[in-house]
Nanobody, 118 residues
Framework: QVQLVESGGGLVQPGGSLRLSCVVS????????MGWYRQAPGKQRELVAA???????HYVDSVKGRFTISRDNAKNTVYLQMNSLKPEDTAVYYC????????????WGQGTQVTVSS
């Protein structure tokens, strides 16, 4: 089954930046739409950014203009560049299949914690 390994999270001050990475294995990465999800304490997991197989991107309104999703099919990796971070961005971030009418794979990685605090 698919293996997803997220990294790059950490503690950052408001207004700061982080770049998340997710290495995907055991699937043909390039044929799947991929997304970044996040889950804040006490809230449901939500899809915040997605990138299609052709590179088209989609973002939820709360992160538009601040987050950028990208992918490198040669490295089986999807990235999330997060700028102008806000305390409300604090969550565990996960990558998985998503966006453009697709649903996540049944398995998830461990996620990476992003904490935005002064």
């Amino acid at each position: 089954q698919v293996q997803l390994v997220e990294s790059g999270g950490g503690l950052v001050q408001p207004g700061g930046s982080l770049r998340l990475s997710c290495v995907v294995s055991r699937i043909i990465f390039g044929i799947y739409h991929m997304g970044w999800y996040r889950q804040a304490p006490g809230k449901q997991r939500e899809l915040v950014a997605a990138i299609g197989v052709g590179g088209v991107t989609h973002y939820v309104d709360s992160v538009k203009g601040r987050f950028t999703i990208s992918r490198d099919n040669a490295k089986n990796t999807v990235y999330l560049q997060m700028n102008s971070l806000k305390p409300e961005d604090t969550a565990v971030y996960y990558c998985n299949r998503g966006g453009f009418g697709t649903t996540a794979f049944g398995s998830w990685g461990q996620g990476t914690q992003v904490t935005v605090s002064s």
